[in-house]
């Protein structure tokens, strides 16, 4: 059975950093291309980041060179390094597994970030 299990959400100030985990169980981690999303209740989820399974990555031009996606193969785990956040930052970001050869995508149960002065 596979579980999606992401942490590290909190409070900041304008300009500061959070760095959000996600944990992958289901033996699927490897495989999988893994991605972040964000979603303001009332608003389509869109993508924040996502990297492959060969450690290639994508970002959304609203986080261009303020995040920072990476995983850990070793730990089952895929982060979202954040920085000089900004008070529109704020949502419940979602973390995604997409095994490589499965239709099928895993959603965590997010976890909220506010960035507020």
């Known amino acids: 059975q596979v579980q999606v299990v992401e942490s590290g959400g909190g409070s900041v100030q304008p300009g500061g950093s959070l760095t959000l985990s996600c944990v992958v169980s289901?033996?699927?981690?490897?495989?999988?291309?893994m991605a972040w999303y964000r979603q303001t209740p009332g608003n389509e989820r869109e993508l924040v980041a996502g990297v492959t399974n060969g450690g290639r990555t994508n970002y959304a031009n609203f986080v261009q060179g303020r995040f920072t996606i990476s995983r850990d193969n070793a730990k089952d785990t895929a982060y979202l390094q954040m920085n000089n956040l900004k008070i529109e930052d704020t949502d419940v970001y979602y973390c995604?597994?997409?095994?490589?050869?499965?239709?099928?995508?895993?959603w965590g149960q997010g976890t909220q970030v506010t960035v507020s002065s």
């Open positions: 289901g033996r699927i981690f490897s495989t999988a291309a």
């Open positions: 995604t597994a997409k095994p490589k050869f499965s239709p099928n995508k895993y």
